[in-house]
């Protein structure tokens, strides 16, 4: 089993930039895609971005293109996410994991919160 710990996220101002930070337990997550998924309040959990083990990379709409840039250091095990341009409607708790489409392959993490409010 894989444990994820998600840190990075805060308060911030739209128009600001955070870098989300994932840290996984173990290195078998260099085998696997892996993939940033946010989750606002009221609504279900959605995924934003995706990485392969070799670094090819994909969005999951237009509101997180241009913004949003996922990669990975299978080295350090760790997945990141910067978002850029920050918007008051990415405010939800972003969490990583294994994936492919609407499969997952471990338990979530605790999440960071990203908060954008002027």
Known sequence: QVQFVESGGGLVQPGESLRLTCAASGS??????????????????????????GGSTSYADDSV?????????NAKNTVYLQI???????????????????????SWGQGTQVTVSS
């Open 84 to 106: 850029n341009s920050l918007k008051p409607e990415d405010t939800a708790v972003y969490y990583c994991n294994g994936g492919r489409g609407s499969l997952t392959f471990w």
């Open 28 to 53: 078998i997550i260099r085998l696997y895609p892996m993939g940033w998924y946010r989750q606002a309040p009221g609504k279900q959990r959605e995924l934003v971005a995706s990485i392969t083990p």
């Open 65 to 73: 293109k241009g913004r949003f840039t996922i990669s990975r250091d």
